[in-house]
């Protein structure tokens, strides 16, 4: 009897150690106040919020970088429901992205097309196809040349509001326009 009891605490022993370790695993990456995580993969840092302590989350004050991206230098634009033409209030926002292409040559555009989250997957993401060639089109019409612009579709696969409202589907009907580094 006492054999029995002695295993059976070791077994709970061994239960218990081996649930922590992975509880412990399993926790995300630690954010740094430079933004950095404990996690060595480069991508990972470019856009995270800072942990400061007791200030709250505050964003970092260098560009938004993620997958070759830079993220951050040009407004987006944004669309009515179900639409892929681009607004009269958007114009000056591509005319400032088209001169700015101009006076950089070297400097390739990439313009992400997103939804809100009403309707289909697939009919989002080719919605969201169609608004990013959209402000493509315009832009080569500005001067730019073709083949410094690249498209993608996120659909409604990276919002902007996580609501569901129409103030959220407004803010995630855009266009977001990266610098390939």
């Given at each position: 009897?006492?054999?029995?009891?002695?295993?059976?605490?070791?077994?709970r022993?061994?239960?218990?150690?081996?649930?922590?370790?992975i509880?412990?695993?399993?926790q995300?990456?630690t954010k740094?106040?430079?933004?950095a995580s404990?996690t060595?993969d480069?991508?990972?840092?470019a856009?995270?919020?800072?942990?400061?302590g007791d200030?709250?989350?505050v964003?970092k004050?260098?560009?938004?970088?993620r997958?070759?991206i830079e993220?951050?230098?040009f407004e987006?634009?944004?669309?009515?429901?179900?639409?892929?033409?681009?607004?009269?209030?958007d114009?000056?926002?591509?005319e400032?992205?088209?001169k700015?292409?101009k006076?950089?040559?070297?400097?390739k555009?990439?313009?992400?097309?997103?939804?809100?989250?009403?309707g289909?997957?697939?009919y989002?993401r080719a919605?969201?196809?169609?608004?990013a060639?959209?402000a493509?089109?315009?832009l080569?019409?500005?001067?730019?040349?073709?083949d410094r612009?690249?498209?993608?579709?996120?659909?409604?696969?990276?919002?902007e509001?996580?609501g569901?409202?129409d103030?959220a589907?407004?803010k995630n009907?855009r266009?977001?326009?990266?610098?390939?580094?």
């Open positions: 009897m006492i054999f029995d009891m002695k295993f059976f605490s070791w077994r022993i061994a239960i218990v150690t081996f649930l922590s370790m509880v412990v695993g399993c995300q990456p740094t106040r430079t933004g404990d060595n480069p991508n990972d840092m856009n995270d919020v800072v942990d400061s200030m709250g989350g964003e004050d260098r560009p938004d970088i997958d070759g993220y951050g230098l987006d634009i944004h669309f009515d429901y179900d639409s892929a033409v681009v607004r009269s209030a114009r000056p926002v591509l400032n992205i088209a700015e292409a006076e950089k040559p070297g400097m555009i990439r313009i992400e097309g997103n939804c809100d989250e009403r289909t997957l697939e989002n919605l969201g196809q169609r608004r060639l959209s493509r089109e315009y080569v019409k500005l001067g730019v040349a073709a612009l690249s498209t993608v579709s996120f659909g409604e696969e990276r919002p509001d996580p569901h409202n103030a589907w407004a009907r266009d977001v326009f990266g610098v390939v580094k």
